[in-house]
């Protein structure tokens, strides 16, 4: 399959990459040499389009949230997860579809804070569980086959160190197994889905 990897860079990005390595991946990003986009802009993903050509699988793992306290949250903050991470891969989803071949998959990003909230993660929660009620609907109406999913990772192992403060009690996952639920999502029949990674 030729497949549209966003956020390749990143530490899920890059297991992804390795576990769909049998595939011919383009790697896309704010920092990609090759592949460069923002996905916040509609101009810079519909160029990203012209330049990937047809495609059998987009797959994100892409997306910036805004973590802070509820008290001291303006709604710029909270906009920051609004259209970065949620309109971001919903951009991805609406104008890539057009650029997938019959029967071809799209594949976004969650987590795990859209049913379990965490302090200071009121943004995260909103745009994940938004996200997923985006895929569920999206679903219903995709054509040619196509198919959309996502998955809802815990807090990666790779990360604890970093936002382990956040996730008391949680357990995490690796990036590894993570990515695995991705590449059911690609090389699977399934749509409508969000594969949790807990």
């Known amino acids: ?9 990143g530490t899920l990005g890059r297991a992804i990459a390795d ?4 595939h011919e991946i ?9 592949y460069p986009v923002d996905i916040t802009d509609d101009a810079s993903v519909e160029a990203l389009f012209a330049r990937t050509g047809k495609l059998d699988a987009i797959v994100s793992a892409a997306g910036v949230l805004h973590f802070g306290p509820l008290e001291s949250m303006r709604p710029a903050d909270f906009a920051i997860g609004l259209n970065d991470k949620l309109l971001g ?3 991805l989803a609406l104008l890539g579809q057009h ?19 965490i302090r200071a993660g009121a943004n995260a929660s909103a745009v994940n569980r938004a996200l997923e009620g985006f895929v569920q609907g ?6 040619r086959d196509l198919r959309i999913n996502a998955v809802s990772p815990n807090v990666l192992s790779e990360s604890w160190e970093a936002y382990g403060a956040f996730f008391p009690g949680f357990e995490p996952v690796t990036a590894a197994r993570a990515a695995l639920a991705y590449q059911r999502s690609v090389e699977g029949i ?4 969000v594969f949790k990674v807990w």
């Open 26 to 34: 383009l790697a896309a990003g704010r920092s990609s040499a090759d």
């Open 99 to 117: 650029h997938l071949n019959d029967g071809g998959s799209i594949t976004l990003t969650t987590g795990i804070v859209a049913e379990e909230p």
């Open 1 to 9: 399959m030729k497949i549209l990897l966003v956020g390749a860079s």
């Open 89 to 91: 891969q919903v951009r």
């Open 138 to 143: 999206a679903a219903l109406e995709l054509k």
């Open 190 to 193: 399934q749509s409508g889905r």
């Open 19 to 22: 576990t769909l390595k049998n």
